[in-house]
């Protein structure tokens, strides 16, 4: 095999070695958003069953505020891993090229 065909070889090895990371990650990506999804459809639901247990608007207030910190610390936290997971993706890029 002459020297130009083994380094076809091996820099298609490397672009399916790259598209088989790319693959995995925006996986990671795609069900990291399936969760936050389901996290924030269960958080709306507890919003829902605190907010029909409220009898008057005073408390519905009351509650519906102080379940503000875990909705901001949840907001933050997948924001987080979601940019972890953006940053990982495009570091293999990065490195590839």
């Known amino acids: 095999m002459k020297l130009p065909a083994?380094?076809?070889?091996?820099?298609?090895a490397q672009v399916e070695h790259l598209?088989?990371?790319?693959?995995?990650s925006v996986?990671?990506?795609?069900?990291?958003?399936?969760?936050?999804?389901?996290n924030h459809l269960l958080a709306m639901r507890e919003r829902w069953v605190v907010a029909r247990k409220a009898r008057g608007v005073g408390e519905l207030l009351r509650d519906q505020f102080?379940?503000?910190?875990?909705?901001?610390?949840?907001?933050?936290?997948?924001?987080?891993?979601?940019?972890?997971?953006w940053r990982g993706l495009a570091r293999r890029f990065n490195s590839a090229a």
């Not at 083994?6 to 298609?12: A, D, G, M, W």
């Not at 102080?66 to 997971?85: G, N, Q, S, Y």
Request: glycine share 2%; charged share 40%; no cysteine.
């Open 66 to 85: 102080d379940l503000l910190p875990a909705t901001r610390l949840r907001l933050a936290e997948d924001h987080e891993l979601r940019l972890k997971l």
């Open 27 to 38: 996986g990671q990506i795609a069900m990291h958003e399936a969760d936050a999804l389901d």
């Open 19 to 24: 598209l088989e990371e790319a693959i995995d």
């Open 6 to 12: 083994k380094l076809s070889l091996i820099k298609r």
